[in-house]
C-alpha cells in the first residue's frame, strides 16, 4: 500500500492513499480530507501531487487533487467549472472547465 508523508507540528505522518478522499489549497495551507478527519500542513500541491498514484488520484483545478475512487457524480457549477459530490463526506471539490473535458476524454471515452 503507498502512502504519503506529511509534516504536522514537526512531526512526520503517514496516510494511506486509499484514505485520501480529496486535497485542496486553502489560503496557504494545504488540507488533505479524509472521512475521519481534515488534515492540515504545508507545501504545495504540484509537490503532493508528484507523490501520488496517478491512477488513482487527478489535479482537477489549480486548488484541488480528487482521488477517483471516491467520486459520486460531477455536474455544472457555474460557467466554467463543475462540482465533484463524493461519497461519504458533506465536502465537495471543483473540476475547470479545461480539466474535466481532459478528464472525460480520459476516462469515459477510453473505457
Do not use: C
Amino acid at each position: 500500500m503507498k502512502r504519503l508523508a506529511y509534516k504536522k507540528e514537526n512531526v512526520l505522518n503517514f496516510l494511506d492513499f486509499d484514505k485520501i478522499i480529496f486535497i485542496e489549497k486553502l489560503d496557504r495551507k494545504i488540507v488533505i480530507h479524509t472521512k475521519e478527519e481534515k488534515i492540515q500542513t504545508t507545501g504545495t500541491l504540484s509537490s503532493i501531487y508528484d507523490k501520488l498514484d496517478n491512477q488513482m488520484f487527478y489535479r482537477s483545478h489549480r486548488s484541488y487533487i480528487i482521488n477517483i475512487d471516491y467520486i459520486k457524480k460531477i455536474s455544472p457549477w457555474g460557467e466554467k467549472s463543475y462540482r465533484v459530490i463524493f461519497d461519504d463526506i458533506k465536502e465537495d471539490a471543483l473540476f475547470s472547465y479545461n480539466k474535466y473535458k481532459e478528464f472525460t476524454e480520459y476516462y469515459v471515452n477510453n473505457n
